[in-house]
């Protein structure tokens, strides 16, 4: 038969093998399978993440054979504990963000940790292939992201995880269980019908389940292909007068991925992945630092932060409705407001997990920063975590000016983190459920991934 896009992408699924793999993406990837783990384990002390396992432990009951992260000895079935997992992985909005925008390791991890404790102990997969599965995951989504412009800007419509996310989780899981080029066609486009959630959500404590969802849905799909479940074969494709996967995007043009023969270049090789320092939208970054930088500044002008001297604080920022909040009230909204990162930069001189406690969020003393700020959207300040920029002005009641500004803040893929810094916050957010020695085994673990040879260990 003629080769479609979707035959395409279920051909490539089903041939590519662990040496196609680089050094560079073995590297990348396992850097985002320690992040993602740890902002994963802090994020399982979160309320939200609360909701989502007693709403899993209560409502269903099977088998339960997969691991939750930071409950020792809770085991939930093993597409629950993809979903328990993938919302902790977002609770804090903490894990990994790539360009096009979308939060690629949470909505794989979770189901690729869960379906290798599934499978009986004949059949586990060894660290390589489980590597591999994992970069297929972030393979899939990439491309898919590649075949709309509208992708490439920050995102008005869909969450992208939501949408990629559960393709590239139902890829990554197909993968894993060994499933025939015709399953992975199907598995992806019964991952299709379970895609996709509104924009509206964000800054809500629903926009964790996207994630969640997008994890789970995902594993569910390879499932049912696994099963015989069929599904729209050209479901990739661009088909006049029928929206497959075209359907989340406005602007669609499909291209097929090749079959790789001797040689793959990963998309993970060309593009690194953005790491964030601390849990808020990856937008926030650019506008924290600018505003750390003028605090410095205006120490240097002032001998200390004294807000008394600041007459107005001028924002240059993109125009992205979901992430402009002048006055958030809720963890959730403040990890999604400009003004309150700028605000609590200048005020405390970091950022950080206490930043958006309650107590913190309502201090007297942020809300009259917050008073003070201007917000301007200058024209060559675009919507796109590649382009723009974030700029803080303060206006002092003397006249005087200090800016800072920041075009790429440290742990962008244009400035990545050092092993150092990953291995530092991987500490800092394991530590919060688990002992030094386990954090230390994870490590060790991860960092030899390709010769684990069994990935349930993980």
């Known amino acids: 038969p003629e080769e479609t896009v979707t035959s395409s992408f279920a051909s490539f699924i089903h041939a590519v093998r662990p040496e196609h793999l680089s050094k560079t993406v073995r590297h990348r990837s396992k850097r985002m399978i320690l992040d993602s783990i740890g902002v994963g384990l802090v994020g399982s002390t979160t309320h939200v993440f609360d909701i989502a396992l007693q709403y899993c432990r209560e409502l269903y009951s099977s088998v339960a054979v997969s691991s939750v992260y930071g409950k020792p000895g809770v085991k939930l079935s093993p597409t629950l504990a993809a979903f328990t997992n993938g919302v902790a992985t977002h609770s804090m909005d903490f894990d990994d963000t790539w360009h096009p925008a979308t939060h690629p390791s949470g909505a794989v991890l979770p189901a690729l940790l869960a379906a290798s404790q599934m499978l009986p102990p004949s059949t586990k997969?060894?660290?390589?292939?489980?590597?591999?599965?994992f970069n297929v995951g972030l393979e899939v989504q990439g491309r898919l992201m590649h075949f709309s412009t509208e992708a490439h800007d920050i995102p008005k419509r869909f969450h992208p995880p939501s949408v990629v996310g559960t393709m590239g989780s139902a890829a990554a899981t197909a993968k894993l269980l060994s499933l025939s080029t015709a399953q992975c066609s199907h598995a992806l486009g019964i991952a299709a019908s379970l895609a996709g959630a509104p924009m509206a959500n964000a800054a809500t404590q629903a926009k964790p389940l996207h994630i969640g969802n997008a994890t789970r849905l995902g594993f569910e799909a390879a499932l049912l292909a696994a099963r015989g479940m069929e599904a729209n074969p050209l479901i990739l494709d661009d088909i006049p007068g029928c929206s497959g996967f075209s359907a989340f995007y406005s602007i669609y043009q499909p291209k097929p991925l090749s079959t790789p023969s001797d040689h793959h270049e990963f998309l993970l090789e060309k593009q690194d992945i953005a790491f964030k320092r601390f849990p808020a939208h990856l937008g926030m970054h650019w506008v924290v630092d600018a505003a750390l930088s003028v605090r410095n500044l205006?120490?240097?002008?002032?001998g200390s932060f004294?807000?008394?001297l600041i007459r107005t604080i001028v924002l240059k920022i993109p125009v992205s409705k979901y992430i402009n909040r002048p006055f958030p009230s809720s963890e959730h909204q403040a990890r999604h407001s400009f003004q309150f990162n700028a605000c609590t930069a200048l005020l405390d001189g970091e950022v950080g997990l206490s930043s958006f406690t309650e107590s913190s969020i309502h201090r007297p003393e942020l809300r009259e920063l917050l008073d003070k700020v201007v917000v301007e959207h200058p024209e060559d300040n675009v919507a796109n975590f590649d382009k723009m920029y974030g700029e803080v002005a303060l206006l002092l009641h003397s006249g005087?000016?200090?800016?800072?500004?920041?075009?790429t803040f440290?742990?962008?893929w244009r400035k990545p983190l050092s092993k150092e810094s990953l291995l530092k916050?991987?500490?800092?957010?394991?530590?919060?459920?688990l002992p030094e020695e386990k954090i230390e085994t994870i490590i060790t673990m991860v960092d030899n991934l390709e010769n684990l040879s069994d990935s349930s260990q993980l």
């Not at 997969?125 to 599965?133: R, Y």
């Not at 205006?298 to 002032?302: G, P, T």
């Not at 916050?425 to 459920?433: G, L, M």
């Open 298 to 302: 205006f120490i240097n002008y002032a």
């Open 125 to 133: 997969p060894n660290g390589m292939e489980f590597l591999l599965a």
């Open 425 to 433: 916050k991987f500490r800092s957010n394991a530590s919060h459920v």
């Open 306 to 308: 004294l807000p008394s």
């Open 410 to 412: 440290y742990g962008h």
């Open 400 to 407: 005087d000016v200090l800016t800072g500004k920041c075009d």
